[in-house]
Structure formats: structure tokens, C-alpha cells
């Protein structure tokens, strides 16, 4: 598996296997299927509501924990305790405890939306215990980025956002370069919308290697330094989403892809006031 290097030196592996969607009574067998075909990175969340099944996927398995790469995330923290520092810590161990771990690869704040300076605060703290070896962030764009990093002691690892080829991001992650941000995708198939598989530029060039259009994307992504989650709950899929590195996109390959981007969300934009004040509401610990 090729790594990424982190800023804080924390080596990452490019390509994972999310686990959004997936019911959790699905989740465990899911994920012992994906460590059986190979994977070693997953990314869960606490919204997902499955962070019990991976942790027991992961211990079914007899892996050991250093040969894992885990990512979970914080949801948005309402301050029950008035005191959103105290509740990220709160979260943090109920994730660590649903997981069965006791420290986590990458700690991730699911969404810029409420108090995330204090949580941030606390993730700052909890990365320093060394209990998330990394931490950082998802779905922020380039300002709101920007503001944290200048705010604060520690720059987010990673940024986990939208990225798929009708959404590229290739202005947001020149700005995470420039700051030492690692890109990560979300969506990387875009849950398939816009008919993404059959889509003929993705289809020709996948023709072209004798692979298919999911490997195809996988593939731009990763010869974009961009870190990869796919979701799939087939195995056969599984396998295939881990089969990219034997052929290489060429540079007008990557043009014609590069030629797809509409530049908008295919999902939502975390901008949009009805958007924020929906997933504001949504509680989850
Ligand atoms: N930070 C965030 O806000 C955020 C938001 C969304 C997602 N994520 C993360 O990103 C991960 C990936 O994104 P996603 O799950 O939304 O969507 P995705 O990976 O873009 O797409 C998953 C869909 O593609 C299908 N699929 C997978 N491999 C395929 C293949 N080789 N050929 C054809 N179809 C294939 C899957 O179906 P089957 O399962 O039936 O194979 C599923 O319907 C998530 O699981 C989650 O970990 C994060």
C-alpha cells in the first residue's frame, strides 16, 4: 500500500475503505470483508452510527492495532455540559470506547459548523496525549481553513471533503499544499449521481486499460496525491476499488478527466443557511 506522509510525519495510507451508509447490523461483516481483501485503513465517524461494528470487525480479524490506520469524527458538539471543550473530550472517549481502542490514527471535526475553535482546542489536547496520533478536519472550504490554521497551534492534517471528478477541488487542495493540509476525498464515486460509471469519457479510458471506471477514478485521485475512502459492501467490489496500482493514467488521460469538473457539489453545499441550520440540529454523541 503507498503512504502519505502527514505534516506532523504520521504515515497514511492512500487509500481506505468508508463506511458511510452502511447499516450498522451490516457493518461488521462489511468491514471483515474489506480487512480480509486487503484494507488496513477505515474511516468511520461518529454519526454513522457503526463505530461499535468496526471495532468488533477489527478485533474478529486479529489484526494487530498497529497495522491499522483508524479515522473517526467528532459531530457538531452542543455544549450540554456548557463547555464544548469538555464534551469533545466526551465524544472522544465514547468514540475510543464504541471503537474498543485506545487511541485513535486521525481524529477528524465533521463539519464547520458550531463551536469547532473549542473543539479544536480540545482535539489539540487529545493529539498531544498522543490518544489521535493525527487530527484534523472535514468539509471546511479554503477560508474557513485558513481561519483555524491562523487561530491556533496546530494545522489540521488533513481536510476530508467532496472530491470526485464532477467536484475536483484542484484550487482548494493547491491552498491545502500551500498549507500543509493533506487532501482527502469523500464520495470519491459520487455515490454514483451524474451516472458516473457509465459516464463515456470514464468508460473509454477504462477501456483503454482494461479496468473499470470505478478503478479509472480511484486511480486519478490517487496520481492527484489525493487520499481515497470508497464504500462498497460487495467484496467483489472491494477487491477491485484495492486493484489500482498496476497502471498509470496518462497526461491527457488526466486532461480529459480534468475536463468533467462542474466546479459544484453534487451533495450540498455547507454554505447554504438551510443546509447549516439542518445539520446543526442533528445530534449524535
Ligand atoms: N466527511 C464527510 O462529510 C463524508 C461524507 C460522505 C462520505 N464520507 C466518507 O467517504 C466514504 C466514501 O463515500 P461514499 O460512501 O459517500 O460514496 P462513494 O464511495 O463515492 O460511493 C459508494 C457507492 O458506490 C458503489 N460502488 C463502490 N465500488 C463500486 C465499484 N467498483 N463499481 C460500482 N459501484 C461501486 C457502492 O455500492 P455497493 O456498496 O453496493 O458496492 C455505493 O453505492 C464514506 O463511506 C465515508 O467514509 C465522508
Given at each position: 500500500?503507498?503512504?502519505?506522509?502527514?505534516?506532523?510525519g504520521?504515515?497514511?495510507?492512500?487509500?481506505?475503505?468508508g463506511?458511510?451508509?452502511?447499516?450498522?447490523?451490516e457493518?461488521?461483516?462489511?468491514?471483515?470483508?474489506?480487512?480480509?481483501?486487503?484494507?488496513?485503513?477505515?474511516?468511520?465517524?461518529?454519526?454513522?452510527g457503526?463505530?461499535?461494528?468496526?471495532?468488533?470487525?477489527?478485533?474478529?480479524?486479529?489484526?494487530p492495532?498497529?497495522?491499522?490506520?483508524?479515522?473517526?469524527k467528532?459531530?457538531?458538539?452542543h455544549?450540554?455540559?456548557?463547555?464544548?471543550?469538555?464534551?469533545?473530550?466526551?465524544?472522544?472517549?465514547?468514540?475510543?470506547?464504541?471503537?474498543?481502542?485506545?487511541?485513535?490514527d486521525?481524529?477528524l471535526?465533521h463539519?464547520?459548523?458550531?463551536?469547532?475553535?473549542?473543539?479544536?482546542?480540545?482535539m489539540?489536547e487529545?493529539?498531544?496525549?498522543?490518544?489521535a496520533?493525527?487530527i484534523?478536519?472535514?468539509?471546511?472550504?479554503?477560508d474557513?481553513?485558513?481561519?483555524?490554521?491562523?487561530?491556533?497551534?496546530?494545522?489540521?492534517?488533513?481536510?476530508?471533503?467532496e472530491?470526485?471528478?464532477?467536484?475536483?477541488?484542484?484550487?482548494?487542495?493547491?491552498?491545502?499544499?500551500?498549507?500543509?493540509?493533506?487532501?482527502e476525498?469523500?464520495?470519491?464515486?459520487?455515490?454514483?449521481?451524474n451516472?458516473?460509471?457509465?459516464d463515456?469519457?470514464?468508460?473509454?479510458?477504462?477501456?483503454?486499460?482494461?479496468k473499470?471506471?470505478?478503478?479509472?477514478?480511484?486511480?486519478?485521485?490517487?496520481?492527484?496525491?489525493?487520499?481515497?475512502?470508497?464504500?462498497?459492501?460487495?467484496?467483489?467490489r472491494?477487491?477491485?476499488n484495492?486493484?489500482?496500482?498496476?497502471?498509470?493514467l496518462?497526461?491527457?488521460?488526466?486532461?480529459l478527466?480534468?475536463?468533467?469538473?462542474?466546479?459544484?457539489s453534487?451533495?450540498?453545499?455547507?454554505?447554504?443557511?438551510?443546509m447549516?441550520?439542518?445539520?446543526g440540529?442533528?445530534?449524535y454523541?
Open positions: 500500500m503507498h503512504n502519505v506522509t502527514l505534516n506532523n504520521v504515515e497514511m495510507p492512500i487509500l481506505g475503505f463506511v458511510f451508509q452502511i447499516p450498522d447490523e457493518t461488521q461483516a462489511a468491514v471483515e470483508a474489506a480487512l480480509a481483501a486487503g484494507y488496513r485503513h477505515l474511516d468511520t465517524a461518529a454519526s454513522y457503526n463505530e461499535a461494528a468496526v471495532g468488533a470487525a477489527i478485533k474478529a480479524s486479529g489484526i492495532r498497529g497495522e491499522l490506520f483508524v479515522t473517526t467528532l459531530w457538531i458538539q455544549a450540554p455540559t456548557g463547555n464544548v471543550q469538555e464534551d469533545t473530550r466526551r465524544a472522544f472517549d465514547n468514540s475510543l470506547h464504541r471503537l474498543g481502542m485506545d487511541y485513535l486521525l481524529y471535526i463539519q464547520p459548523l458550531g463551536d469547532y475553535y473549542s473543539e479544536w482546542r480540545a489539540q487529545i493529539n498531544k496525549e498522543g490518544r496520533r493525527a484534523g478536519v472535514s468539509n471546511f472550504h479554503p474557513r481553513l485558513v481561519d483555524l490554521i491562523d487561530h491556533n497551534e496546530i494545522v489540521p492534517a488533513v481536510n476530508q471533503i472530491t470526485h471528478p464532477f467536484h475536483q477541488r484542484a484550487s482548494d487542495q493547491n491552498l491545502m499544499m500551500e498549507r500543509g493540509v493533506q487532501i476525498s469523500w464520495g470519491p464515486f459520487a455515490e454514483g449521481r451516472n458516473l460509471f457509465t463515456p469519457v470514464l468508460s473509454a479510458i477504462a477501456e483503454e486499460h482494461g473499470s471506471v470505478a478503478q479509472v477514478v480511484l486511480r486519478w485521485l490517487i496520481q492527484r496525491d489525493v487520499v481515497v475512502i470508497p464504500k462498497s459492501v460487495r467484496p467483489e472491494m477487491a477491485q484495492l486493484d489500482v496500482f498496476d497502471f498509470t496518462t497526461e491527457e488521460q488526466m486532461g478527466i480534468a475536463a468533467l469538473d462542474t466546479g459544484a453534487l451533495f450540498f453545499d455547507h454554505r447554504d443557511p438551510a447549516v441550520s439542518w445539520l440540529g442533528r445530534r454523541s
